[in-house]
């Protein structure tokens, strides 16, 4: 049983880790909020932009950790995330 849960486990984590990889890239524009937000139930935190697109419109997504470590409020994205 046992060997089981840990099977479970690790295939969870492999699957988390791909799909952290593969985050949509959000629309220009310029950053005007930041947010990481944890996640107690989960022991994880998720980190996120919110853009004012060239139309007006403020859209939030999330990014990956290095994204939200480049993109300061102001940034121009996704030009911010080339680092």
């Given at each position: 049983?046992?060997?089981?849960?840990?099977?479970?486990?690790?295939?969870?984590?492999?699957?988390?880790?791909?799909?952290?990889?593969?985050?949509?890239?959000?629309?220009?524009?310029?950053?005007?909020?930041?947010?990481?937000?944890?996640?107690?139930a989960?022991?994880?935190?998720?980190?996120?932009?919110?853009?004012?697109?060239?139309g007006g419109?403020?859209?939030?997504?999330?990014?990956?950790i290095?994204?939200?470590?480049?993109?300061?409020?102001?940034?121009?994205?996704?030009?911010?995330?080339?680092?």
């Open positions: 049983m046992n060997r089981r849960i840990r099977a479970l486990a690790a295939l969870t984590a492999a699957l988390a880790a791909t799909a952290v990889g593969c985050l949509a890239q959000g629309p220009p524009g310029t950053v005007v909020d930041k947010a990481n937000e944890w996640s107690p989960t022991k994880s935190r998720v980190y996120s932009l919110t853009v004012r697109t060239s419109q403020r859209e939030k997504f999330q990014v990956l290095a994204d939200y470590d480049n993109c300061a409020v102001g940034a121009s994205y996704p030009r911010c995330t080339k680092g």
